[in-house]
């Protein structure tokens, strides 16, 4: 069974950088065609990628944010970790971690991690 | 970017109706096109992929066409578990990036 985990801090301040652990078990990143991604959703709002880290150590970026982000492997193998810098209210949102293998679609999805970006 | 324009926004139906929910994109995605579920305080549910391919254990009344820049999610006879947000997903295969549309949130009638 594939699941994937989500941690971090629930609250941040502006202008400080999020860091976001996605934990997998059931799935390797040795795998080829395997790749996980990074989503999130403010709250009442639409779902947006952020980030890809790929079997192969390649790595893609949303286009708004990709001078924010970093995606990268976990000090253990069944982790990819994102840092998001400089962090604004308005990234308050739940952030969700992700496998895609369907065709560049989102078959197992994390329970997601809620972030306040607060004073 | 590509951007994706679901249509309509809120849709309002009954059990039992047939509905019919759009995608456009501004240019052309081929048939990397996904369709999701998503339930008030849930992760988002894998329906449709690569357009048309229904993912394992959906039920069978949910059905995906299109490819380029036109997209329908239809649902052939609602059921009460049905009524949910409906989000479109594009796969750009030349940048590597995929955007979402805005949803369609499904109500009661």
């Known amino acids: 069974q594939v699941t994937l985990k989500e941690s971090g801090p629930a609250l941040v301040k502006p202008t400080q950088t999020l860091t976001l652990t996605c934990t997998f078990s059931g799935l390797s990143l040795t795998t080829t065609s395997m790749r996980v991604s990074w989503i999130r959703q403010p709250p009442g709002k639409a779902l947006e990628w952020l980030a890809r880290f790929d079997w192969d150590d390649d790595k893609f970026y949303s286009t708004s944010l990709k001078t924010r982000l970093t995606i990268s492997r976990g000090a253990s193998k069944n982790q990819v970790v994102l840092t998001m810098t400089n962090m604004d209210p308005v990234d308050t949102a739940t952030y969700y971690c992700?496998?895609?293998?369907?065709?560049?679609?989102?078959?197992?999805w994390g329970q997601g991690t809620m972030v306040t970006v607060s004073a | 970017d590509i951007q994706m324009t679901q249509s309509p926004s809120t849709l309002s139906a009954s059990v039992g109706d047939r509905v019919t929910i759009t995608c456009r994109a501004s240019?052309?995605?081929?048939?990397?096109l996904a369709w999701y579920q998503q339930k008030p305080g849930k992760a988002p549910k894998l329906l449709i992929y690569k357009a048309s391919y229904l993912e394992s254990g959906v039920p069978s009344r949910f059905s995906g066409s299109g490819s380029g820049t036109e997209f329908t999610l239809t649902i052939s006879s609602l059921q009460p578990d049905d009524f949910a947000t409906y989000y479109c997903q594009q796969y750009n295969s030349y940048a590597k990036m995929y955007t979402f549309g805005q949803g369609t949130k499904l109500e009661i009638k």
């Open positions: 240019r052309s995605v081929n048939t990397w």
């Open positions: 992700v496998r895609d293998t369907r065709g560049f679609a989102f078959d197992i």
